[in-house]
């Protein structure tokens, strides 16, 4: 992070008068009264930036953020909400009607941990424009049953995850005041929904790919998939902590899922600078599955991105397929691929320099002398990823089960709405 330091001729009695104030404002145990603001405090907002969006979407928003406790309350997951909100407003949409509940919500309690200019470690309250509340599983559950109609819902997920060592298709996400939420347990509210009300995820929390079997009844993969159109994308696989979770301020530094799918998805990142187009298939408009993509790349960091119908195809892999996919002339497996599979392996291909007329496993002998930093393995695992997505969904088509047709079908249409076009 870039921070600098200012040294200025002070007089003493100033200096004593300053050290009083930072000791009473550094009482915690007081919330009622509100300590003074330092100068290296991060800029309070003192109006609503997106006031000016005022287009409503056929779209419903809901957003939970924020960790469990102050001391896992990093100021990204709020910069995260705040980000959210402006790429509503990016594609038109009054953040407005985004439901939004943070941490500990409106009480006025520091509990956003972050890294000040001198690098201590200091505590302020949320201040999120049209915040509705704390991250509880009560709001949380609440939000997403009060609303019966059949308009599609996108929520969106920013905090910390946790590993379920005994059944890790079963992980957890983490709410105010340590409240655990497990994949099933959050399916069985969804499955209270109507039927005919889309719902589609973006979760950035560790461990986050075991939300992929939302798409199930009741979570469980051992039931069926479920009669509500569901599908999600997601930082990294189930058994893998993601990235982004840091009190350092300077937003130009985050490299995270988060970042690079709003990016994606909107045209323009984080600090307001124009990212190039994700729209890979040309229709004019960016959907959820092609903001993936764009993640996949500009993610540079070791999360390993999944979708929902990306790990029902991966779950389906057999040895066999995987000797099959890795020792084949990457060439020949790319015939199929879709638009924005095809700029995946493109990019990672040009990024490591990868002879496309050779197999996966022979590039790889190739690379083993270069690939020496995690960054690199993770794309080239990334690419053996969608590899396997690009050659089992063939699979799936070509050995014509009807029911398997079916679900990745709707998993993909369900992947390839959009913001824009409020599918």
């Not at 924020?66 to 997951?77: D, K, Q, R, Y």
């Not at 029911?403 to 079908?409: G, K, S, T, V, Y």
């Amino acid at each position: 992070m870039r921070f600098t330091e200012k040294h200025n001729s002070t007089p003493i009695y100033l200096l004593i008068l300053f050290v009083l104030t930072n000791i009473i404002g550094c009482d915690r145990k007081s919330p009622q009264i509100d300590p003074p603001v330092a100068k290296s405090d991060p800029p309070v907002v003192k109006s609503d930036p997106t006031i000016h969006c005022q287009k409503e979407s056929a779209t419903s928003f809901l957003v939970i953020g924020g960790g469990g406790a102050p001391s896992n309350n990093e100021i990204a997951l709020e910069k995260n909400l705040l980000y959210f909100q402006r790429s509503l407003c990016k594609i038109g949409y009054t953040p407005k009607q985004a439901k939004v509940f943070f941490a500990n919500g409106n009480n006025g309690e520091a509990t956003i941990r972050y890294i000040d200019e001198s690098k201590r470690e200091q505590y302020k309250p949320p201040n999120i424009p049209n915040l509705n509340g704390s991250s509880t599983y009560r709001n949380l559950k609440s939000s997403l049953l009060e609303d019966q109609s059949v308009k599609p819902l996108f929520f969106y997920f920013t905090g910390h995850g946790l590993l379920n060592k005994k059944n890790n298709n079963d992980n957890t996400i983490i709410l105010w005041n340590e409240q655990y939420v497990s994949v099933k347990q959050l399916a069985k509210v969804l499955d209270q929904m109507p039927y005919q009300k889309p719902f589609v995820t973006m979760m950035s929390q560790c461990y986050s790919g075991s939300f992929t079997n939302l798409i199930y009844k009741n979570g469980d993969r051992l039931q069926p998939i479920a009669k509500q159109r569901r599908c999600g994308f997601f930082a990294t696989i189930k058994t893998l902590p993601s990235v982004g979770c840091t009190p350092e301020v300077d937003e130009a530094d985050y490299q995270d899922y988060s970042s690079s799918f709003y990016a994606g998805l909107t045209g323009v990142n984080r600090v307001n600078q124009p990212v190039p187009s994700a729209d890979y298939n040309l229709n004019g408009k960016v959907a959820y599955n092609e903001a993936h993509a764009y993640a996949k790349i500009d993610d540079k960091s070791t999360d390993l991105p999944i979708s929902t119908s990306e790990a029902w195809l991966q779950e389906r892999e057999s040895q066999k397929d995987r000797d099959v996919i890795v020792n084949q002339p990457i060439a020949s497996l790319l015939v199929s691929a879709r638009p924005e599979q095809h700029f995946v392996v493109s990019s990672i291909i040009k990024m490591l320099n990868i002879n496309i007329a050779l197999s996966f496993n022979q590039n790889k002998k190739v690379l083993a002398l270069i690939l020496n930093d995690e960054i690199k393995q993770t794309y080239l695992e990334r690419l053996r990823m969608e590899l396997t997505n690009i050659v089992m969904e063939k699979q799936i088509r070509k050995l014509g089960d009807h029911n398997n047709i079916n679900i990745i079908d709707r998993l993909i249409e369900c992947e390839s709405g959009s913001w824009e076009n409020n599918s």
